[in-house]
């Protein structure tokens, strides 16, 4: 016979860790680095031109500003959860068009990977500051005791 009780655990997930947001954030981190270190020689490899890479890099950096802009306005109409994994999935899809080689397929990579960047970090911040407390770095605190220290750290706020 099953249990007709619903777990605890399951009911009330545990909230997120430090460390859950450190793996997070390591995980993120690799990401950009191959963004910055690996797309410009497989792309001047593909395109042949150092100013196409160049075209390419601020046309795919414009796009994803002009989506990091939309972004918070668009998290009011659809669950924040979605949108990072919508980001996580654009990391899997950049590496499946890597793959898939090709000027063509290695632009849309770049393109997802700096768009799946962009989305993934928005969220990822506005879930830091939802779960983790604010303790003595926070800005308005810093901000109050920048005028009575030299670094505004020395002295603590209480």
Same mark, same amino acid.
């Given at each position: 016979? =099953?249990?007709? $009780?619903?777990?605890?655990?399951? $009911? =009330?997930?545990?909230?997120?860790? %430090?460390?859950?947001? !450190?793996?997070?954030?390591?995980?993120?981190?690799?990401?950009?680095?191959?963004?910055?270190? #690996?797309?410009?020689?497989?792309?001047?490899?593909?395109?042949?031109?150092?100013?196409?890479?160049?075209?390419?890099?601020?046309? #795919?950096?414009?796009?994803?500003? &002009? +989506?990091?802009?939309?972004?918070?306005?668009?998290?009011?109409? &659809?669950?924040?959860?979605? *949108?990072?994994?919508? !980001? /996580? #999935?654009?990391?899997?899809?950049? *590496? +499946?068009? *890597? %793959?898939?080689?090709?000027?063509?397929?290695?632009?849309?990579?770049? *393109?997802?990977?700096? %768009?799946?960047?962009?989305?993934?970090?928005?969220?990822?911040? /506005?879930?830091?500051?939802?779960?983790?407390a604010r303790?003595?770095?926070?800005?308005?605190?810093? &901000?109050?005791?920048?005028?009575?220290?030299?670094d505004g750290?020395?002295?603590?706020?209480?």
């Amino acid at each position: 016979m =099953h249990e007709r $009780r619903i777990p605890e655990w399951l $009911r =009330h997930s545990p909230a997120p860790s %430090i460390r859950d947001f !450190g793996i997070l954030a390591g995980l993120e981190a690799i990401v950009r680095g191959i963004l910055i270190s #690996v797309f410009p020689l497989v792309l001047y490899r593909s395109l042949g031109d150092a100013g196409m890479v160049s075209a390419s890099y601020f046309s #795919v950096g414009v796009i994803s500003l &002009i +989506v990091g802009m939309m972004l918070p306005g668009l998290i009011r109409f &659809i669950p924040r959860r979605w *949108a990072y994994s919508g !980001g /996580a #999935v654009m990391f899997i899809l950049s *590496a +499946v068009s *890597a %793959i898939w080689g090709g000027s063509l397929g290695i632009l849309m990579a770049l *393109a997802l990977n700096t %768009i799946g960047s962009v989305v993934t970090f928005i969220c990822f911040n /506005a879930y830091v500051l939802d779960y983790i407390a604010r303790g003595l770095c926070c800005t308005n605190r810093m &901000i109050c005791r920048l005028p009575l220290t030299p670094d505004g750290f020395t002295l603590r706020a209480r």
